[in-house]
């Protein structure tokens, strides 16, 4: 196709500020989908992103947009707004030569606005700002193009208003795209340079690659290289999204299509990737992206009536369908042998573990999440941690050092009060704050990170009464005062509900924690002593009491002594079974380590 009637962009926003219904009404004006075939959320094709409302993987579209006497090839990529999905954002983008940023018009410019709007900034895209929702009452769409335009350096004048619920301003927004953003370059008649910027399986025909093609043209039959990752392939068919896939008999420069090449797994094809002919390779391969890089670890055990077998199959199945987690066997002395796993955020985890159970099954117990520790030892080595279990010993150890982000919150002029005091308690260390317009703010904090994955953006939505936002984005390593915390059941250290907080926090969380326990854990027939330690120090300690026969109730009269012979056997007996008996430990034990309150 002529490449000057070609579009690709993407749509980029704060969660829940309409992205998936804007894309909805693109498919719907373009005639892309019929009204019968319509439906919400039409390009988010898991059930876990219509019951969340989210979307968890970028969706795209091949569209046909007829504008004067030109039928222009509109190429849509949907993106998902929460910050665990970042790099989703950044693939995206490196397939697009324009980008709508999206605005709510009753809640204005959020926190992932921000960062995504930066994201196509520094991306040097041609960007549209398009305010959304003008249809709801609370609506001040001029006022948000000015904030818009004050925050991110947009023209307001520029600024399309629509509303994706009513369709309104949905002709001007594609007339926008046709005359505003360019189109893509590149050299159909050159060596043949495509970026795999996504894939899935197929269960039938392997992998599904997403590419977009730069220069060169290529169709099915022809050899191709992966230049990363080495390998040889031919192309078996080449298709668009439409947004069902649909074959075609080639896919040219600044298109952006599929093809399956007889790809059998995931771990033979990388992302960013580039794709070249193997009669004319190219001299100059793409840069590809950086590989997402997984931030919090827990540790996954089969539960009730699962096998550790089951488990890793049902584990690897979904690794087949989302290479972002990764996982490795480990065994724990309380719960067997299990998986530990790495997530991009807090989400990502709740979302992996629910496919796991939903689609497999199974039942898991799933362990309290951790961050990436730097662990400077005193030979002079460095390792990276990623359990409170593979920490050496203290001995050995000269610092550690835990991950710090930069967090950027937006919220009402009347909540920075409560919103700085939330971070201070955190470890927050104030950078600056920057009024937005008279009554919101943007407040920009440094703290570590093992601060705020656990419930720091539901206890912002608290201080600002559900109106606060933030993002953050990893600013390196900082040595702090670190220990470990461990959990003694019956005498007995249980792995699993180890942690490594600040010295500082140690005794007032450990408290909290096993009084927490004491109330999960049923009572026993012996007693059982509940402690926290933090080395050889116990620093604090509840007590579960046992259950008590009434072993005198048919001792009536009579001398005291036989009382006492009674007693004292009944002693002696608890004793020894408190030796060999088991202490049985809920999952809700486990999970009650994330309790917000902790």
């Not at 940023?101 to 959020?110: F, H, K, M």
């Not at 043209?217 to 069902?244: H, N």
């Not at 807090?346 to 309290?368: F, G, P, S, Y």
């Not at 933090?534 to 109730?553: C, F, L």
Request: charged share 25%.
């Amino acid at each position: 196709m002529d490449l000057s009637l070609i579009r690709n962009f993407s749509i980029v926003a704060h969660i829940d500020h309409g992205k998936s219904t804007l894309a909805d009404r693109i498919l719907e004006r373009t005639g892309a989908i019929s009204q019968r075939e319509m439906r919400e959320q039409y390009l988010d094709d898991m059930d876990l992103e219509r019951e969340m409302g989210i979307t968890i993987k970028a969706n795209r579209a091949t569209v046909p947009y007829r504008l004067a006497d030109n039928t222009y090839m509109l190429n849509l990529i949907d993106t998902p707004g929460h910050v665990d999905f970042h790099y989703e954002v950044s693939r995206a983008l490196a397939a697009c030569e324009g980008v709508l940023v999206l605005v709510d018009a009753t809640q204005g410019v959020q926190a992932q606005t921000v960062a995504n709007a930066h994201l196509a900034i520094e991306a040097d895209l041609e960007i549209i700002l398009v305010i959304n929702k003008i249809d709801l009452l609370a609506a001040h769409p001029e006022d948000v193009a000015l904030e818009a335009e004050q925050i991110l350096g947009l023209d307001a004048a520029e600024a399309i208003f629509t509303s994706a619920k009513t369709g309104a301003g949905i002709e001007e927004l594609l007339q926008a795209i046709a005359e505003r953003i360019p189109a893509p370059s590149g050299d159909p008649d050159g060596r043949l340079r495509a970026l795999i910027y996504d894939a899935k399986p197929d269960l039938h025909r392997g992998v599904v690659a997403h590419t977009r093609v730069f220069d060169g043209t290529f169709k099915r039959g022809d050899q191709v290289d992966l230049v990363a990752a080495g390998r040889k392939y031919q192309i078996t068919e080449v298709g668009k999204f439409t947004p069902k896939p649909q074959p075609v008999d080639s896919l040219g420069a600044g298109e952006v299509g599929f093809f399956f090449a007889g790809i059998k797994t995931l771990a033979d094809v990388s992302i960013g990737d580039t794709v070249t002919s193997s009669a004319r390779p190219t001299d100059n391969p793409l840069p590809g992206y950086e590989s997402p890089q997984q931030m919090v670890f827990c540790d996954f055990y089969p539960g009730v009536g699962c096998t550790t077998a089951r488990l890793r199959e049902a584990m690897e199945k979904l690794w087949l369908n989302d290479s972002s987690f990764t996982y490795q066997t480990v065994s724990s002395d309380a719960l067997g042998i299990g998986f530990r796993c790495g997530f991009l955020g807090l989400l990502h985890m709740k979302i992996i573990q629910e496919r796991l159970e939903r689609e497999n099954d199974i039942a898991v117990v799933q362990t309290a999440p951790t961050v990436t520790y730097e662990v400077l030892l005193t030979d002079g080595t460095e390792r990276r941690i990623e359990s409170p279990s593979e920490l050496p010993d203290m001995a050995s150890v000269q610092e550690i050092r835990e991950p710090i982000v930069d967090v950027q919150m937006i919220i009402p002029a009347d909540s920075v009060g409560p919103a700085m005091q939330l971070s201070m308690e955190r470890r927050g260390k104030h950078v600056k704050t920057e009024y937005l317009a008279p009554t919101r703010v943007m407040l920009c904090y440094r703290m570590p990170l093992c601060e705020i994955i656990y419930d720091f953006y539901d206890k912002l939505k608290t201080c600002t009464r559900g109106y606060g936002t933030a993002d953050y984005e990893l600013a390196g390593f900082q040595a702090q005062d670190m220990v470990r915390m461990d959990i003694l059941v019956n005498g007995v250290q249980v792995d699993a509900l180890s942690v490594i907080v600040h010295r500082d926090k140690a005794t007032a969380r450990g408290r909290r924690l096993i009084t927490r326990l004491r109330k999960e854990i049923a009572r026993h027939m012996f007693e059982i002593p509940l402690q926290a330690a933090v080395g050889a120090k116990i620093i604090a300690r509840e007590t579960i009491r046992p259950y008590r026969k009434d072993v005198t109730a048919k001792c009536y009269g009579g001398d005291v002594t036989r009382k006492r012979k009674l007693l004292e056997k009944q002693k002696e007996g608890k004793r020894r079974m408190k030796t060999v008996g088991n202490v049985s430990i809920p999952q809700e034990a486990f999970m009650s380590v994330l309790n917000p309150d902790d």
